[in-house]
């Protein structure tokens, strides 16, 4: 759990945070360490680097196998950090959350088990144009293996959110499930889901929302959501890799087929019959990622420790300031909602500066100390076919950040215009 210190009336202690954070005392290239890629993947603050070391040094054993203490300690534990996350995004049970190794795993999982047993040819699946790969792939080879009809919802004339007008033309079609993400991982755009999922249903529809950029960094609940399926991953809120959930509606877990076979998720197996395992268990074949979940239970009391809303206050007053910076230099260009509708972006600013390729500026702010991303984010339709571009770049901020992080991209941006010589 986070130190009382790192919480102020001011609000988040960033100086106090940082220090829980050992990579931050760490050097790039012979300078500080910055590190805005937190969209990408976040730092681990000691207390889950503890926690997953805990584990492996004093009651590493296999779950729901063995009667002796270690083993059923390693159960418990488990089992409690399904608990923990059930409560941290307002499902009603550990039984509405199935763990898989990342967001894409989760919305894979949908696909294949919901989606392969309800969409048929000439039924509508519906995403839209600022998806991540992970969230548009598994859409697409549903739609190819069924003849199902793959539609998207435009953005509006600025590109930074979606259009209303195609909203409304697409949901009359009623799709039979609407996959939208919650935060674009390239725009900041947050999207109002709760808003999207009432008129899906309304059009008879289910609901799938990609949490991957808001479970990090602001309160979730699915439950006030209404969305039939949740998909996060752990790496991104202070977590291990290779750790992520799939929440889902009871009533909807329960009338899915599993889509992998073997140990964990069976009650019972003769030579030509079998019987699957309650839920969630009977979608997690096999020996599970125990550390994984020892680690994000750490990572979510960390968070419980901050609070979500002061996370995302911190974010946003974080995002503000990085915005008017930003909005002062010439030739520098920020994508998705601007600095009046804060409150509708998270902490993800994606840019780019005429005359400089954003792998150049990538380069730069390396050499610089600060770590970036540059690309297409795996979101290439949005970038190349909607804004047009063929890569640009991003920095992304989260509880470790602060305004002398923000400060030294500035000054590694001016960096840039020097090296390319541009005004």
């Not at 009382?4 to 005392?25: N, Y």
């Amino acid at each position: 759990m986070a130190s009382k210190a790192s919480i102020t009336k001011r609000g988040i202690d960033v100086e106090s945070i940082k220090k829980d954070f050992p990579i931050l005392g760490t050097s790039m290239n012979g300078k500080r360490l910055v590190y805005l890629d937190s969209a990408a993947t976040s730092q681990k603050p000691i207390q889950v680097i503890d926690a997953i070391s805990n584990y492996y040094k004093t009651f590493n054993a296999n779950i729901h196998r063995g009667i002796y203490k270690i083993s059923e300690q390693a159960t418990e534990e488990y089992t409690a950090s399904k608990v923990k996350l059930a409560k941290f995004i307002g499902a009603k049970s550990y039984q509405e959350i199935v763990y898989v190794r990342n967001t894409t795993e989760a919305i894979n999982l949908a696909a294949l088990s919901w989606g392969g047993a309800n969409i048929k040819n000439g039924d509508h699946i519906l995403i839209t144009q600022m998806e991540h790969h992970s969230n548009i792939v598994p859409w697409q080879m549903l739609a190819q293996r069924t003849g199902a009809v793959l539609d998207y919802v435009m953005l509006n004339e600025d590109k930074s959110a979606i259009d209303e007008s195609s909203l409304e033309e697409q949901l009359s079609k009623n799709p039979k499930i609407f996959a939208v993400s919650h935060a674009s991982n390239v725009l900041g755009t947050i999207n109002d889901v709760k808003k999207i999922t009432r008129m899906t249903h309304e059009h008879g529809g289910i609901v799938l929302v990609d949490g991957a950029q808001s479970a990090p960094h602001m309160p979730v609940n699915v439950s006030e959501i209404g969305c039939d399926f949740f998909a996060l991953s752990g790496h991104k809120m202070l977590g291990p890799t290779g750790i992520g959930a799939l929440y889902g509606k009871r009533e909807l877990l329960d009338s899915m087929e599993p889509i992998f076979g073997g140990g964990d998720m069976i009650r019972s197996v003769g030579f030509q019959d079998h019987t699957w395992n309650e839920l969630p268990w009977k979608f997690e074949a096999g020996t599970s990622n125990i550390e994984g979940g020892i680690g994000m239970s750490a990572a979510i009391d960390y968070l419980n420790g901050i609070g979500m809303e002061s996370i995302r206050k911190h974010e946003m007053e974080l995002t503000r300031y990085a915005m008017e910076k930003l909005g002062s230099i010439a030739g520098l260009k920020v994508y998705g909602p601007d600095a009046k509708h804060i409150k509708n972006r998270g902490g993800v600013i994606s840019f780019s500066i005429k005359g400089a390729h954003p792998h150049d500026v990538a380069q730069i702010f390396d050499e610089n100390g600060i770590a970036i991303r540059a690309g297409h984010h795996c979101a290439m339709p949005l970038v190349e076919d909607v804004l047009g571009v063929g890569a640009v770049s991003r920095m992304s901020f989260y509880i470790y950040n602060d305004e002398k992080d923000v400060d030294a991209a500035v000054k590694a941006i001016g960096e840039v215009k020097r090296i390319f010589k541009l005004n």
